[in-house]
């Protein structure tokens, strides 16, 4: 075909025109911006309780910081469902909902760890500094990730590929609320302090490469709350909340713990119970990817 030799060609690089962000929606900004804040206050409160030294007011600092991190999950939870539901969801909240998901479940619980177990137990300051780094690196790849894979539409927000980073976070938040709790308090607070230190770094580990992997984990805020229930399942909700607020640190406790277990655990059923089903002779045989990564 034939082209006129005064065709301009595209701009590229810095003399390309700038795209530019004609609006946003005001509620679910502030939404995801209360997200930030509470990742970033947590932040000072882990600050304020290395600096405080063992005792006290350390450990009540620290479960500051997980209450800002829990905080901050209702935030992120309610930011992409005000969206759609305002029809206001954009790139451009998609992208500032990542940046503050890092800072908030990414950055957070790493510095809550490395605030908590660099000075005691079996793992080292240097080991401690290391499995966090690996934390929130994984935890950038996967909201990267998320990016890249996921729509705005209701229909991409059903279920995960791979753990959240939020439900990742909680499960930090709700190991050191419980020990905040029962610190100087109970006569074996200090022994549990010392299993803490030395398991929730192989715990952040764990979090961290779930966090990567192709594991289905489903998104329970819909499941619960979306679409129209039976009455009885209201009925349920109001006994599951009184005991979460009689009991709430062991049940936020369990709850993380379980639903980070979840994934792995429908994930090697799946593979041991589903058999892939004969091709047909000429045909080439097509299986479901389950792969781990």
């Not at 829990?70 to 309610?78: N, Q, S, V």
């Not at 803490?196 to 709350?225: A, D, E, W």
């Not at 593979?271 to 389950?290: E, F, H, I």
Request: hydrophobic letters at 50%; a positive charge; aromatic letters at 10%.
């Amino acid at each position: 075909m034939y082209e006129p030799a005064n065709k301009v060609p595209p701009r590229t690089g810095w003399r390309a025109k700038r795209r530019r962000v004609r609006g946003v929606g005001i509620l679910p900004t502030l939404l995801t911006l209360g997200n930030a804040v509470c990742g970033f206050v947590a932040m000072t409160c882990v600050a304020a309780g290395m600096a405080a030294g063992p005792g006290t007011p350390a450990a009540e600092a620290f479960q500051k910081a997980g209450w800002l991190i829990l905080l901050g999950m209702i935030f992120d939870a309610l930011d992409g469902k005000v969206a759609r539901m305002t029809r206001t969801a954009s790139s451009f909240g998609t992208q500032l909902d990542s940046l503050c998901d890092f800072l908030t479940f990414g950055v957070a619980p790493a510095f809550l760890t490395y605030g908590l177990c660099s000075k005691g137990g079996v793992f080292t300051e240097r080991d401690v500094l290391a499995v966090t780094i690996f934390y929130f690196c994984c935890a950038a790849t996967r909201l990267a990730r998320f990016n890249v894979e996921t729509g705005a539409e209701e229909k991409f927000h059903r279920e995960f590929s791979g753990l959240p980073s939020p439900a990742a976070a909680g499960v930090v938040a709700s190991t050191i609320i419980p020990w905040a709790a029962i610190s100087g308090k109970w006569a074996f607070a200090d022994t549990l302090k010392g299993v803490l230190q030395s398991g929730l770094p192989v715990t952040l580990f764990l979090l961290g490469v779930l966090m990567v992997s192709r594991i289905p984990y489903p998104h329970l805020v819909n499941k619960i709350f979306g679409g129209v229930r039976p009455f009885v399942r209201l009925i349920e909700l109001a006994v599951v909340g009184l005991l979460g607020v009689i009991f709430h640190e062991l049940v936020l406790f369990l709850a993380f713990f379980g639903y980070v277990a979840m994934g792995p655990v429908l994930w090697m059923r799946a593979r041991v119970l589903k058999q892939p089903k004969p091709a047909a002779s000429g045909a080439p045989s097509s299986q479901t990817d389950r792969s781990l990564f």
